[in-house]
């Protein structure tokens, strides 16, 4: 009897400890180590990028892990992630953030933490000048898009009758629209833009067909509260000394190469 009870308080304890070291994250880890392991899309122009003959990759998304891992006072270490792979990669343990136009959807926060929203953007479409001025326009038409992504079931759920082809990314995409094999990509507007301003703009055009908000969060693995607690009070300390906008202007500011409009501000959401 007693050696049961015994073992109960044994089980309840590591039960307890279990759950608080869950709880405690894995900041004070990455303090220790003085390093920051950031999953980036190195071929998402606008926010990650990498720069062939430099080998650096840049962007928005490389920005604001910078400034998060500069606040920690620790080095960054930026790992390229796929849109398939992203999730898993930062369940694994492979990075402990991540920074990769993540739309923030409530099937993935089952799986992983979000941070608050650091960039808000919509689904749109990349077509030849002049052929789409209407969503139906595109009712029966191939669309293509990357696997794995929300513009794949946004599409899906936009265009029932239209096929979809996947692709792994959007320069591929990019090159079946220019041979012409389809007749559109779609994803987020934010991601378009970059891609048009790197082709030829007098023969592409993005219309104003908007089928989804996609509202984008760091990625951060589940309990992990330590590092979302400090990633949230940073990203809320960059808004208000306008360091978040400075980032945002940078990249898609009105003198950058691929000027939006900010219509968001980060918040506690
Ligand atoms: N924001 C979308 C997602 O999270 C698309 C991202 C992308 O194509 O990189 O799935």
Redesign the pocket.
């Known amino acids: 009897m007693k050696k049961t009870v015994c073992l109960a308080m044994l089980f309840g304890f590591l039960i307890t400890f279990c759950g608080l070291a869950q709880a405690a994250g894995s900041l004070q880890d990455i303090i220790k180590k003085g390093v920051l392991r950031a999953g980036v899309?190195d071929l998402?122009p606008g926010f990650a990028l990498e720069n062939v003959k430099t080998g650096e990759i840049s962007g928005y998304d490389v920005d604001i892990v910078k400034a998060i891992a500069r606040k920690l006072n620790v080095k960054l270490d930026i790992i390229p992630v796929g849109?398939k792979d992203r999730i898993s990669r930062l369940k694994e343990g492979a990075v402990d953030i991540l920074a990769?136009?993540?739309?923030k959807t409530p099937a993935r926060a089952k799986a992983i933490d979000f941070s608050y929203t650091y960039f808000v953007t919509g689904q749109k479409f990349l077509v030849k000048k002049g052929t789409v001025r209407k969503l139906t326009d595109l009712k029966d038409k191939k669309i293509g898009t990357?696997a794995?992504?929300?513009?794949e079931a946004n599409v899906r759920k936009a265009l029932p009758k239209a096929t979809i082809a996947l692709f792994s990314d959007?320069v591929p995409a990019f090159l079946a629209l220019q041979r012409g094999e389809i007749a559109a990509i779609t994803?987020?507007e934010a991601?378009l833009v970059p891609i048009l301003a790197k082709a030829d703009p007098g023969l592409y055009e993005i219309p104003d067909i908007t089928i989804s908000k996609?509202p984008?969060g760091l990625g951060i693995r589940k309990g992990d509260k330590s590092l979302r607690n400090f990633v949230n009070k940073t990203l809320l300390e960059m808004e208000k000394s306008g360091e978040a906008k400075r980032i945002y202007d940078k990249w898609f500011g009105p003198a950058s190469q691929t000027p939006m409009k900010r219509a968001f501000k980060i918040t506690t959401k």
């Open positions: 899309k998402t849109d990769a136009t993540l739309t990357v794995g992504t929300t513009s959007h994803t987020d991601i996609e984008y």
